[in-house]
């Protein structure tokens, strides 16, 4: 059972860009079965899909936050990583990472931790 | 893309049955059989207990069961147990390449 650890700084400034990266360990990022997923959870609040990305480096994103998103995938360092651009006060929240499978089951199976990123001055 | 409507709470005893609702739309719920439900413990990840309506991942108990009618999914847990105290969030795919989640639901044992 592969782990998720996600990393990156814990406050972000207004207008400025928010960095997560998530590393994999225990099995391989380029596992053909999976896909690759970022989740947002604002505190006291619901969880919220923001993205993913494929191995062929392909993402989709929530129509929502897609003007701003960027998510990649690093297989020789095996971790990929999300960078949303003009972050505000709203964007503060637990950021997971996490795996899906690519076909056949649609569904969020591993979850990392979760980083608290907080968007303030 | 709208959130997906779950009651804020809903508690029973222990033993009893309680279902949670998931509430979508016809781009949603309704219209695709990928509907999962993820349990949440305060400052935990979630996880996973039941994915494409029905179906339960290896090592979840089977008191979870999920299913759907037309745009509402629903989970039912049933034999309530204290460690079941939890929030409960539904999720399903929206089209487009695209998910949905539900506000979430707190369980409580009384």
């Known amino acids: 059972q592969p782990q998720l650890q996600e990393s990156g700084p814990g406050m972000v400034k207004p207008s400025e860009t928010l960095s997560l990266t998530c590393s994999v360990s225990?099995?391989?990022?380029?596992?053909?079965?999976?896909?690759w997923v970022w989740i947002r959870q604002p505190p006291g609040k619901g969880l919220e899909w923001i993205g993913r990305?494929?191995?062929?480096?392909?993402?989709d994103s929530s129509p929502s936050l897609k003007s701003r998103v960027s998510i990649s995938v690093d297989t020789s360092r095996n971790n990929f990583s999300l960078k949303l651009r003009s972050v505000t006060a709203a964007d503060s929240a637990v950021y997971y990472c996490v795996r899906t499978y690519a076909t056949s089951i649609h569904a969020f199976d591993i979850w990392g931790q979760g980083a608290m990123v907080t968007v303030s001055s | 893309q709208s959130a997906l409507t779950q009651p804020a709470s809903v508690s029973g005893s222990p033993g009893q049955s309680i279902t949670i609702s998931c509430t979508g739309t016809?781009?949603?719920?309704?219209?695709?059989?990928?509907v999962s439900w993820y349990q949440q413990y305060p400052g935990k990840a979630p996880k996973l207990i039941v994915y494409?309506?029905?179906k339960q991942p290896s090592g979840v108990s089977n008191r979870f069961s999920g299913s759907k009618s037309g745009n509402t999914a629903s989970l039912t847990i049933s034999g309530l147990q204290a460690e079941d105290e939890a929030e409960y969030f539904c999720c399903s795919y929206a089209g487009y390449a695209t998910w949905v989640f539900g506000g979430g639901t707190k369980v409580t044992v009384l």
């Open positions: 494409d309506v029905n």
């Open positions: 990305v494929y191995l062929s480096g392909q993402t």
């Open positions: 225990g099995g391989s990022i380029t596992e053909t079965s999976y896909n």
């Open positions: 016809s781009g949603d719920v309704d219209k695709y059989n990928l």
